[in-house]
């Protein structure tokens, strides 16, 4: 029998069911936002000519915010109260892409890891996205 630390990557299984290859890998937003005036979109145009980069309007925060409340809404616990109250107070959407992590922490110990992977989901749709790595690339 060999080690565990000598099995190749691909010999090894996945816990996710096979689907891991095809998991969706989301990124932070950016720290420079959309313009919403026509001279501030010259200006970025100017200034940083890739407006794609950028992350949404300010005025999608209370919307995402009001999503990732209610992700935690049905879970009653001393760890989810604290995670309302740090939604609640976030800025930008860049804070709440970071407390994607205790989301997930706070649903799984509530519920389940299925019911936390299938929560955090329907909150990717708020962050930019690439495409999963190929099976043929090397890491």
């Not at 950016?30 to 100017?46: E, G, I, Y």
């Not at 509530?110 to 999963?132: C, G, I, Y």
């Amino acid at each position: 029998m060999r080690p565990l630390a000598l099995l190749s990557r691909h010999a090894r299984r996945s816990t996710l069911g096979g689907a891991s290859s095809l998991r969706m890998q989301v990124r932070p937003p950016s720290l420079c936002h959309a313009p919403s005036t026509p001279w501030q979109r010259v200006l970025f145009w100017l200034l940083a000519p890739a407006p794609h980069e950028a992350a949404p309007p300010l005025s999608r925060l209370p919307s995402v915010r009001t999503d990732f409340l209610a992700t935690v809404a049905d879970i009653d616990s001393d760890a989810a109260d604290a995670l309302r109250r740090r939604i609640a107070g976030s800025t930008s959407l860049r804070e709440l892409w970071h407390l994607r992590s205790e989301v997930y922490r706070v649903i799984g110990l509530a519920r389940d890891q299925a019911e936390a992977d299938r929560r955090l989901l329907m909150l990717a749709r708020h962050f930019p996205t690439r495409a999963p790595r190929s099976q043929f690339a090397p890491l």
